[in-house]
């Protein structure tokens, strides 16, 4: 992690073929389950022609059984028939009671396609939207979702699609599970979504893969657990980022969200080097290689308090130290997001990068990266997955893009996370502003690529066994 000169990048065409779904990776210890058919789910639609710009299913799932029921355990899947084999989505929530921050959407392919499905979008849930007493249901949930080319969509050949469902009305061609059981609804023929198993030990990987998994649940910087885990909260000097700013421990604190325990990176600036502060959080040993790498991150595209602007930097990433200039066992691989632009850009925009080797002076890099400008404000799952052919990166279940095997790493690397000041050319006010990144988990399993929704059931299999850390990756 350095920072890079405001220099053109080559862009590259981002893969975003809709791969199957993770959904939110933040679940709660299981709930008891309501009885059978506890769950039901209405739907309308406020697109209602046979094509559209975007397809609009609003949607309120209500709890009919007797017992309370956490919404992150819910998921509720509307089915739809892609409008090419190529064809790739984004979701969006317009407005929900709950809140869209609270709302999750991921997209899915179907094992057996059918004349009218052969995708699905997943809704879920954080643990923020709480939960729901029996009768009650989540209000108005106002969804969308369209071609990342924003080509036309076809409605009419979809499965769960009805233009004449323009006010609410219970609807059974979308399904919903609890805990993992289906318990609403029946999907497209051939594609019921599977029953709930016995969770997999959280600490046996498939395949037998080391991990590492920490829930980020300390009392304070000095908790004395983050260094005996491995950690290291940066105080050092040096860069990236502004001169002259510093690198200060305390301001990483550990706080609740959604009954949760989260880290919170803060950084903050007064408009002078002197006056700013960026905060890092990274492994002390380097022995992670191949294999998975997974975050659920919080990105924010305003600050805090104060005025807004700054050429902010909030990232996930492994690295290792560059021994000499263009060294060729040089290794980095970043998610990093820039809500206010820098680099030469003007706005948001989320990079992923995977680095070869660069030369910090005269500048020169050698690296291959994939980026997507719209806002990435609020928490994301970030899967990147590294074997001995490909860096494939994810975000939200959905390919972000894959990067050539020129760039695999020949050494280990440390995990890190870190926000900072690119420079203090986007707000030049003097008037004090800070800004939040919080992280609610990382993951890494040694040598084995696991898919979103793989990496999903680990951490819940974890949250479930009641495990808060656990380090089996050997020293390198």
Not at 20 to 25: C, E, F, Q, R, Y
Not at 146 to 155: A, D, F, I, L, Y
Not at 187 to 214: H, S, V
């Amino acid at each position: 992690m350095r920072t890079r000169p405001p220099v053109s990048r080559a862009r590259l065409a981002l893969a975003l073929a809709a791969l199957l779904g993770g959904g939110a990776l933040t679940a709660l210890p299981a709930q008891a389950a309501p009885e059978a058919g506890g769950l039901s789910v209405q739907y309308r639609t406020s697109a209602s022609g046979a094509t559209a710009d975007q397809t609009e299913p609003w949607l309120k799932v209500r709890n009919t059984g007797t017992s309370a029921v956490q919404l992150s355990q819910v998921k509720v899947r509307y089915y739809f028939k892609a409008d090419s084999p190529n064809a790739s989505y984004r979701f969006a929530c317009s407005w929900a009671v709950r809140g869209c921050s609270a709302v999750t959407g991921t997209f899915g392919t179907l094992d057996n396609p059918t004349a009218t499905a052969d995708r699905y979008l997943e809704i879920g849930f954080t643990p923020a939207a709480g939960s729901l007493a029996p009768g009650a249901d989540t209000g108005d949930m106002q969804l969308r979702f369209h071609q990342t080319n924003w080509q036309t969509v076809r409605q009419s050949d979809d499965y769960s699609f009805s233009g004449a469902q323009t006010s609410y009305a219970d609807w059974d061609k979308v399904t919903a599970q609890l805990a993992g059981a289906t318990v609403w609804g029946a999907a497209p023929e051939g594609n019921d979504p599977t029953d709930p198993t016995d969770p997999p030990d959280p600490t046996d990987p498939p395949g037998g893969g080391q991990a590492l998994f920490d829930d980020f649940d300390y009392s304070s910087h000095t908790d004395p657990d983050i260094s005996a885990h491995g950690w290291s909260v940066r105080a050092n000097s040096g860069g990236p980022g502004v001169p002259g700013a510093t690198w200060d421990p305390s301001k990483v604190t550990f706080v609740s969200a959604g009954g949760n325990s989260v880290m919170n990176l803060e950084t903050s600036t007064a408009g002078t080097g002197a006056s700013t502060t960026h905060t890092e959080v990274l492994t002390k040993d380097m022995k992670f290689k191949n294999g998975t790498y997974a975050a659920r991150v919080k990105f924010s595209d305003a600050p805090k308090s104060g005025p807004d602007g700054d050429h902010l930097v909030q990232t996930f990433f492994t690295i290792n130290d560059l021994k000499a200039p263009m060294a060729d066992d040089y290794a980095e691989y970043d998610f990093e997001y820039l809500p206010n632009g820098g680099w030469g850009e003007p706005s948001n925009i989320l990079y992923t990068t995977s680095w070869e080797t660069y030369n910090p002076d005269p500048w020169q890099a050698v690296n291959q990266h994939s980026e997507q400008r719209v806002s990435y404000a609020g928490w994301h799952d970030l899967v990147v997955t590294i074997d001995d052919s490909a860096i494939t990166y994810y975000v939200d279940g959905q390919h972000f893009g894959t990067h050539d095997a020129r760039y695999l790493p020949e050494r280990p690397m440390s995990i890190n996370f870190n926000q900072w000041l690119i420079d203090l050319n986007g707000q030049t006010s003097t008037t004090p502003r800070a800004y939040d990144q919080q992280v609610d988990y990382v993951l890494h399993v040694k040598d084995q690529v696991l898919t979103p929704a793989q990496v999903a059931a680990k951490v819940a299999g974890y949250r479930t066994a009641g495990t808060g850390f656990v380090d089996e990756v050997p020293a390198s």
